[in-house]
């Protein structure tokens, strides 16, 4: 799972609406490190979430196919 600091950066992107830019300068980065490392956790959640859908599959999980 992503570190607490990514997510602290994709909940002030994505759900807070601030600019990389605004949260790398309040948190004392800079704006390519805060880009790299919410790629980074984006990443890894896409992981997660594959790997849940696939399990849920082979559990025979019939809302999978319904959502498509």
Do not use: H, M, W
Request: net charge positive; glycine share 2%; aromatic share 4%.
């Amino acid at each position: 799972f992503p570190t607490r600091r990514s997510s602290d950066l994709v909940e002030n992107v994505y759900f807070r609406n601030l600019s990389q830019s605004d949260v790398a300068r309040s948190s004392g980065i800079s704006r390519a490190a805060v880009s790299k490392q919410i790629n980074a956790a984006i990443k890894k959640l896409r992981r997660v979430c594959d790997v849940s859908v696939k399990v849920r599959s082979l559990q025979g999980d019939s809302d999978l196919t319904a959502s498509k």
